[in-house]
């Protein structure tokens, strides 16, 4: 019996989707943590820190040396990869860039937009069971494309008080200078509130484990956050054409992040779903991560199959998927239909690890359905905007009544006053 449930998709289906939203414990637990990390600062960081992690890194703080090491124990090649990713990425994120913008009227009137970065950034790079250096070219990189002057980075110890080498070497190839050895809810009330140690910043991005994904929700307000990016999902949506080794190979991709992770085949073609559900199978006997992937293919995993083409776009667009690869005769002619995936792969040879890892747009990407209504984390979110208004003296004395009129429609007095006063005003 495949893992790979093969369902016919009728009016009755409901699509599943992994959504962790968190036990009361582990909200009461995140709350009291950032109340503590307020009231206590330094000390309640390191606490958590022996607490969670089992160890008291002293200085908090990444030093030069420690740097050094790292990169006398990285391998050149692995080196020479993070650099060509880090250029494919900025490329990509250059082109993201808004400009402030200005317009005028015949009147003398000027008004416009004009942008600018977050003062400080602080990211969170995930190191608890797996070490995610690629995390730190996605959030780190839109921030510095944005203009965003400080970076301050965290990320939890391992047993030894250390980061890992590829993760210190990444960050110092971004020149990321600004690093703290912690983790989890306590990285992200440090990173909001501020400690003696760590100055707060205005916006928190990056992914991690339901505690922290629970104390980013609570602090948005103080700091702004990115989103809450939940497991990964992938959608494959294929015709007959597609190899089933390559659909089986890419949603065990996905699989195996996380059990909540969901993997699942949109097709017409119920020969390919049952091909590919043997394939998966197949796969797994040999993924060294196979606990994790086949978890997660049991608990969210599906083959969908629809009686019409159409109801298979229809069923992409319901699940709104973190990715969607489309692996059919001429892709290019379905990507007008779909109206709802974070980042949309296009052809057999564009697996999604290609995107994770590489090929320039962002893996930070809306999960859970929300690409229904957002977007892959880009450079905008390092930037805010403010409305340039200036007025002539002509605009002011053509508009104004009009103006203090619609204030007294709201019974707003000293509005219309305001703009009053300026009439018949004529320049020296
Ligand atoms: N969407 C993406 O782009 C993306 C990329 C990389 C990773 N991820 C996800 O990020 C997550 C990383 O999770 P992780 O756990 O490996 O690392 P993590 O860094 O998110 O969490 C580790 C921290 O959790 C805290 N913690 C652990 N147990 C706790 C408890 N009982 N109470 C309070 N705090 C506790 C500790 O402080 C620890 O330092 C995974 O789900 C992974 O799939 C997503
Ligand atoms: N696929 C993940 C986002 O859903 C990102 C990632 C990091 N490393 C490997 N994959
Ligand atoms: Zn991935």
Redesign the pocket.
Known sequence: MSRLKVVQVDDQVTLKRSVDEGTDEQWQAVQSILQDVQKRGDKAVADYTDKFDGVRPSPVQVSGEEVERAYENFATADLQIIRDAIANLRDFHERQVQQSWFTTKQDGTLLGQKVTPLDAAGVYVPGGTAI?P??ILMNVIPAQVAGVERIAMVSPPDEKGCLADSVLVTAAELGVKEIYKIGGAQAIGALAYGTETIDPVDKIVGPGNIFVALAKRAVFGTVDIDMIAGP?EIVVLADESAKPTYIAADLLS?AE?DPMSSAVLVTSSKRLAEEVAEEVDRQLETLPRRDVAEASIKNYGAAYVTSTWQEAIDTVNTLAP?HLEIMTNDPMKELGSIRHAGAIFLGEHSSEPVG?YFAGPN?V?PTNGTARFSSPLNVEDFTKKSSVISYSQEAIQNNGEAIARFARLEGLDAHARAVEKRLGDQDE
């Open positions: 995610y690629s995390s990964s996905q992040h973190e994770d893996h990407l």
